[in-house]
């Protein structure tokens, strides 16, 4: 498929914007957040054109909605270093991950290098992050022994094996969701672990739920002890997909196209942003989980007959949770009026209104940024956690059980509902 075809055929949201005359850096400054590109330079076009990226069918893909800032994020931040993090950015996707993150205004940070298979997407990555420096492949950056940390934003199935290299190469690695994917996710949860043990450099996974308003509050109404332990807690990921789809990088073409690894997903392979409504606010585990799937309403399902031999567009699991308590954890790419990342939990105790459920303040340019306000907070974690030495909030314990229940969950939704022990992995 020629480029030209792919645009038009795909909507990528930037290029397309492009072609309509809107700037990239409008485009990213409604993805990143108000103050997400102040003191940037280079960037063509005028700004204040907010358009979030959207989905074949037009529609915006969740997280990217409007107002997702944090309203706390500029209050009484204070620098606990003078040190600057040299850090290298993979991926420049649909979703524009890359430069979404704020790692580019974080006075704690240099953005020294950028890359992106995709040439045309590199070079815009380059400019949109303000490196200097471009490599033709994550595999490529992660050899420059000058970068300290890389923060992985590439398609899934990628993760995994380049969070495991740039471990071994001494790098701190932060990656975008899932941690581990698909038919070799248990396989590489196992070298994952032991890689970031091994190295003992930082891991984390960008679980943006994680730093959800509510979830965060609930996070910390648990530490407190408020709310004893947990009872019941459920979690959903919904996000209908339409009959065309949703791109994604494809390796067979190169491209952003929707006969990428999006197509036909087990909804259970992406299962965080869900499941975090109980790992991030408990830091307790998944151990068991039974699930069933329903057929997907979208012919890329029928009988299973695809790259995923994947039958479902639909995945709910029931789990049990290392405090003897219930879960339900909800996916689904096909359910009409059904939409968005969240989450509840239930305590033996209620909600304590005198514990403050703040997010931590967030250094000047860094905003919350998308999805829930999250994006600007976990990029100070994981940059505070190399400062500070600290463990990040997701770390590879948490990232693993994650997203692994999901694994597990999808198995059992094949094995029409039968219960099956999730790998267990802690620090
Ligand atoms: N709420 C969230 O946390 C959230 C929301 C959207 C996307 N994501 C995650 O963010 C990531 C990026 O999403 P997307 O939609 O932009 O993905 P995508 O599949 O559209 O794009 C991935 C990009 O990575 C590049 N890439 C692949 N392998 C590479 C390598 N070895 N070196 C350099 N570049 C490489 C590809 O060329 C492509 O441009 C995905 O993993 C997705 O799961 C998370």
Not at 162 to 187: Q, R, T, Y
Request: one cysteine or more.
């Amino acid at each position: 498929m020629s480029n030209k075809e792919q645009n038009s055929d795909n909507k990528n949201p930037i290029e397309n914007l492009e072609q309509a005359g809107m700037s990239r850096r409008g485009f990213l400054h409604g993805v990143g957040g108000a103050s997400a590109f102040l003191g940037m330079t280079g960037l063509a076009g005028q700004a204040g054109a907010q358009e979030p990226p959207k989905d074949a069918d037009g529609k915006v893909i969740p997280g990217f909605e409007k107002g997702q800032d944090d309203p706390n994020a500029a209050k009484d931040w204070q620098p606990v270093s003078d040190r600057k993090i040299r850090v290298g950015i993979a991926g420049y996707g649909l979703c524009a991950f890359g430069a979404s993150f704020f790692y580019q205004n974080h006075p704690n940070v240099d953005v020294v290098a950028a890359t992106d298979l995709d040439p045309e997407r590199c070079a815009g990555l380059a400019k949109a992050v303000g490196a200097k420096k471009t490599y033709p492949s994550c595999e490529e950056m992660i050899k420059d022994k000058s970068i300290e940390a890389i923060y992985i934003a590439t398609d899934a199935p990628s993760h995994a094996r380049l969070a495991i290299m740039g471990l071994e190469h001494d790098k701190h690695v932060v990656s975008a969701v899932p941690a581990v994917f698909g038919f070799e996710a248990e396989d590489e949860a196992e070298k994952l672990f032991n890689a970031v043990k091994k190295s003992g450099m930082k891991y984390m996974m960008n679980e943006t739920s994680t730093f959800h308003a509510d979830c965060y509050a609930k996070r910390l109404q648990y530490q407190a002890g408020a709310l004893g332990k947990i009872v019941y807690s459920e979690g959903e990921y919904y996000h209908d997909f339409g009959p065309k789809g949703l791109p994604g990088y494809n390796p067979k073409s190169g491209k952003v196209d929707l006969n990428g690894w999006r197509k036909a997903l087990p909804p259970m392979w992406y299962p965080t942003h869900a499941t975090a409504y109980y790992v991030s606010i408990t830091g307790g585990r998944f151990t068991e989980v039974s699930a069933l799937g329903t057929p997907g309403l979208y012919p890329e399902y029928k009988d299973g007959n695809n790259q995923h031999k994947n039958p479902f567009g639909t995945e709910i699991a029931m789990l049990k949770t290392s405090e003897d308590g219930i879960s339900r954890m909800a996916g689904s790419w096909d359910m009409k009026n059904a939409h968005g990342e969240q989450g509840r939990v239930y305590g033996q105790k209620p909600h304590d209104k005198s514990i403050k459920g703040d997010r931590p303040p967030l250094p000047p340019g860094v905003d919350g940024g998308g999805h829930g306000g999250s994006h600007g907070h976990l990029t100070n974690n994981f940059i505070e956690s190399i400062l500070l030495d600290k463990t990040p909030i997701v770390h590879v314990g948490d990232a693993l059980n994650m997203t692994l229940a999901g694994v597990v969950a999808h198995q059992s939704a094949l094995k029409g509902g039968d219960w099956m022990k999730i790998p267990q992995y802690d620090l």
